[in-house]
């Protein structure tokens, strides 16, 4: 018995095209709740180290780091859970300049 693949809908083609409006749009603003990753937070100087307890909406995924002092640097982090334990990696990277 050979499968027969079902054929697609003729509507799932019929899409028009993007046009240069939806280009115009901004995109949409981040939700309140994403804006508060650990890589904002102020630094704890009695806890070396530690970051302070993430957000349950903010796990898994992935953020920049967000200060106007550090140009030549990006920071990327990642925060998952590990059993009752939260573990964040952070990514530093020299930024590239445009036009170099």
């Known amino acids: 018995?050979?499968?027969?693949?079902?054929?697609?809908?003729?509507a799932s083609y019929s899409n028009s095209f993007p046009g240069n409006e939806d280009e115009?749009?901004?995109?949409?603003?981040?939700?309140?709740?994403?804006?508060?990753?650990?890589?904002?937070?102020?630094?704890?100087v009695e806890a070396s180290?530690?970051?302070p307890l993430?957000?349950?909406?903010?796990?898994?995924?992935?953020?920049?780091?967000?200060?106007?002092n550090t140009r030549s640097m990006v920071a990327l982090g990642l925060t998952h859970r590990f059993r009752s334990k939260f573990v964040t990696v952070v990514l530093y990277k020299p930024a590239?300049?445009?036009g170099t």
Do not use: C, K
């Not at 018995?1 to 003729?10: G, L, R, W």
């Not at 995109?27 to 309140?32: A, G, I, R």
């Not at 957000?55 to 106007?68: A, D, F, K, P, S």
């Open 96 to 98: 590239r300049r445009r």
């Open 1 to 10: 018995m050979e499968f027969e693949a079902p054929s697609s809908p003729d």
């Open 24 to 44: 115009a749009r901004e995109p949409p603003t981040v939700p309140p709740h994403l804006q508060h990753t650990p890589l904002n937070s102020p630094v704890n």
């Open 54 to 68: 993430p957000q349950n909406v903010i796990l898994n995924h992935l953020y920049i780091g967000n200060t106007e």
């Open 49 to 51: 180290g530690s970051l």
